[in-house]
């Protein structure tokens, strides 16, 4: 047997299916032997026991998207894959987020020049935001995208800048279907919200704690339905992202109970923030707290922990979306205490995401580690075209890994963190687990230090969703859907 590049010693390896004790071998960055009492290696890392899961894939990650309202997001490639790696994720999909009236191959065009060469120490692929399917969006630019490996891409239902209606959703379900890519929804009613802004502005609320009360839960709920009911009636599969509520949870189990391939995902916000975290009174302390759709309340945070466990949602990603506290380019882009309208919407949590799962799921048995492999990896590998490449622990998968440090009591402050956010919404809170050290193909990216030369991060080009239902001989929910193949 050939002398491996590394060996990780005595591993209790965690798949989505299995947990196994194992070395592993690893040669050229990938996993080339899964065994017992391998050779030595040319290095060796002794796991003793710890349990090693396979590097984490943020799949709904913000970085260096441009806003267009003067607020500048506080990480780019540099600074979120290096706190991907300090957290235990090897894999980022971010946004590159077409302009309406602009190109959607420029918006691509554009987004490499930002990831660079020189900067992303850990694998990324794209998804893309279509904020115009015009004709030559739909007919030309897009079907060459997916071919070259941009795969999914997100519809918005709410802010103006971004959304399409109901009869453009169907525009670009209908050529996901024929090309057999990804389609990504923010469900929320953006009348709904701009009528109750509107009414409490009137009405003089204007702190951060209101950004709750204008999207309650049904806006959600509404648009999570109609987003389920644009893809039945194009028969395609679709996945709901950062689900935040029972409310929005039912609509998608419903969904799956008429076999619709309907997946969703969620976030660390709506399992450990709710709206009180957006303040109890008027000061802008709350606003580190704004996201869309905003925390809700306790009964919401045990629905989706429901969710995780009974599988109704597929992805946990951590819809990282980093503004800065202070300063005049983050959350107080408009001024030094804007109405909760004008906030920039979004939190960090890129470095959080895996141990917050691992130590309140896992450790406290919320759900199996492999339900949180198949969470935090090996669905979004899937889904959007990585595996087998990536999200498991595999001969021939890149050796992206992480080695659980579960004896290890840590105080979440963001001192210890290495985003560029000047805040986490998870200061104090006690874990019970971190990672010791991640690797990416098979080099130490994080051992208690960042390591690794940023620029080493390799742009993934995505294949076709990996799906039931995403083939064509087992489609037709629908008699007529065929007709949209054309
Ligand atoms: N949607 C996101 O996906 N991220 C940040 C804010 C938002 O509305
Ligand atoms: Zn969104
Ligand atoms: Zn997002």
Redesign the pocket.
Known sequence: MQTHDLVIRHARAVTASDIFHCDIGISDGRITTLGQRLPAGTQEIDAAGRFVTPGGIDS?V?LDQPTGDGSVMADDFASGSRSAACGGTTTLIPFACQQKGGSLRDAVEDYHRRAGTDKALVDYAFHMIITDPTPAVLNEELPRLIQEGYSSFKLYMS?AALMLNDRQILDVLALARREHAMVML?AENHDCIGWLTEQLLAAGLTAPRFHAASRPRLIEREAAHRAISLAELVDVPILL??VSAGETIEQIRWAQGKGLNVYGETCPQYLFLTRESLGLGDDFEGAKCI??PPPRDKGSQEAVWRGLANGTFSVFSS?H?PFRFAGADGKRAHGDNPGFHQVA??IPGVETRMALLWSEGVCRRRITPQRFVELTATNAAKLYGLYPRKGSIAVGADADLVIWDQDKKVTVTNEMLHHNVDYTPYEGMELSAWPAMTLSRGEVVWDGSPRGTPGRGQFLRCDRPLLPGADDSDRGYTDYAPLFDR
């Open positions: 709904h913000h802010y923010h992202v950062h996201c869309s819809d979306a919407n979004g």
